[in-house]
Protein backbone atom coordinates (compact mmCIF):
# COMPACT_ATOMS: atom_id res chain seq x y z
CA UNK A 1 0.00 0.00 0.00
CA UNK A 2 1.20 3.31 -0.40
CA UNK A 3 1.37 6.06 2.24
CA UNK A 4 2.66 9.63 2.07
CA UNK A 5 5.60 10.36 4.82
CA UNK A 6 5.17 13.98 5.50
CA UNK A 7 7.96 13.91 8.49
CA UNK A 8 10.73 11.48 10.52
CA UNK A 9 12.69 12.94 13.21
CA UNK A 10 15.10 10.28 15.12
CA UNK A 11 15.18 10.90 18.93
CA UNK A 12 17.85 9.37 21.34
CA UNK A 13 18.29 10.30 24.59
CA UNK A 14 19.09 8.60 27.92
CA UNK A 15 15.49 8.05 30.20
CA UNK A 16 15.29 9.23 33.86
CA UNK A 17 16.45 5.85 34.57
CA UNK A 18 19.46 5.63 32.39
CA UNK A 19 18.41 2.99 30.18
CA UNK A 20 19.29 4.45 26.14
CA UNK A 21 16.20 5.24 23.82
CA UNK A 22 16.32 5.65 20.24
CA UNK A 23 14.18 5.64 17.01
CA UNK A 24 12.50 7.38 14.64
CA UNK A 25 8.85 9.25 14.81
CA UNK A 26 7.37 8.73 11.70
CA UNK A 27 4.24 11.28 10.64
CA UNK A 28 2.51 9.66 7.26
CA UNK A 29 -1.37 9.77 5.78
CA UNK A 30 -2.67 6.61 4.47
CA UNK A 31 -3.47 7.11 0.90
CA UNK A 32 -5.62 4.15 0.41
CA UNK A 33 -8.24 5.73 3.41
CA UNK A 34 -11.01 8.65 1.99
CA UNK A 35 -11.38 10.79 4.32
CA UNK A 36 -14.83 10.18 6.43
CA UNK A 37 -15.69 12.15 9.09
CA UNK A 38 -18.48 11.61 11.67
CA UNK A 39 -21.80 13.23 10.43
CA UNK A 40 -21.90 16.38 12.07
CA UNK A 41 -17.87 16.84 12.78
CA UNK A 42 -16.66 20.07 12.23
CA UNK A 43 -13.60 18.47 11.02
CA UNK A 44 -12.25 18.81 7.53
CA UNK A 45 -9.64 17.14 5.41
CA UNK A 46 -7.42 13.86 6.85
CA UNK A 47 -5.69 13.84 9.96
CA UNK A 48 -2.05 12.41 10.02
CA UNK A 49 -0.82 9.34 11.63
CA UNK A 50 2.16 8.92 14.04
CA UNK A 51 3.97 5.72 14.90
CA UNK A 52 7.35 5.30 16.63
CA UNK A 53 9.56 3.18 14.49
CA UNK A 54 13.14 1.32 15.14
CA UNK A 55 16.30 2.95 13.54
CA UNK A 56 16.99 0.00 11.41
CA UNK A 57 13.05 -0.44 10.02
CA UNK A 58 13.20 3.49 9.30
CA UNK A 59 16.37 3.17 7.55
CA UNK A 60 14.61 3.17 4.11
CA UNK A 61 12.93 6.63 4.65
CA UNK A 62 15.62 8.66 2.69
CA UNK A 63 13.81 11.60 1.93
CA UNK A 64 10.49 13.28 3.13
CA UNK A 65 7.67 14.40 2.10
CA UNK A 66 7.54 11.25 -0.05
CA UNK A 67 5.17 7.85 -1.58
CA UNK A 68 6.35 5.01 0.16
CA UNK A 69 5.47 1.47 0.31
CA UNK A 70 5.31 1.20 4.65
CA UNK A 71 4.73 -2.47 5.84
CA UNK A 72 3.97 -3.56 9.29
CA UNK A 73 3.52 -6.10 11.68
CA UNK A 74 1.73 -6.08 14.83
CA UNK A 75 3.00 -7.89 18.65
CA UNK A 76 1.08 -8.03 21.54
CA UNK A 77 0.53 -5.39 23.51
CA UNK A 78 -1.08 -4.48 26.62
CA UNK A 79 -4.07 -7.31 27.97
CA UNK A 80 -3.30 -8.51 24.52
CA UNK A 81 -4.27 -5.94 22.03
CA UNK A 82 -2.40 -5.71 18.91
CA UNK A 83 0.15 -2.43 18.50
CA UNK A 84 0.82 -2.10 14.99
CA UNK A 85 4.76 -1.88 14.26
CA UNK A 86 6.63 -0.68 10.74
CA UNK A 87 8.76 -3.44 9.51
CA UNK A 88 10.31 -1.60 7.10
CA UNK A 89 9.58 1.62 4.21
CA UNK A 90 10.64 1.78 0.60
CA UNK A 91 10.54 5.04 -1.39
CA UNK A 92 8.58 4.75 -4.49
CA UNK A 93 8.89 8.36 -5.47
CA UNK A 94 9.93 11.52 -4.54
CA UNK A 95 7.11 14.59 -3.88
CA UNK A 96 7.53 17.90 -3.89
CA UNK A 97 4.94 20.56 -2.32
CA UNK A 98 5.89 22.97 -4.77
CA UNK A 99 4.53 20.56 -7.38
CA UNK A 100 1.42 20.78 -6.41
Given at each position: ???L??H?R?????S??????????V???D???????????????V?????T?T????Q????AP?????R??Q??G????????LA?????R???F???
Amino acid sequence: MSFLVLHARPYDFASDDGRHISGVSVTYLDLSQSPVLPQGSDERGVAPLTITATVDAAQGIVQAPGIYDLRFTQRRGKAGRPVLVLAAAELVRQVHFSEL
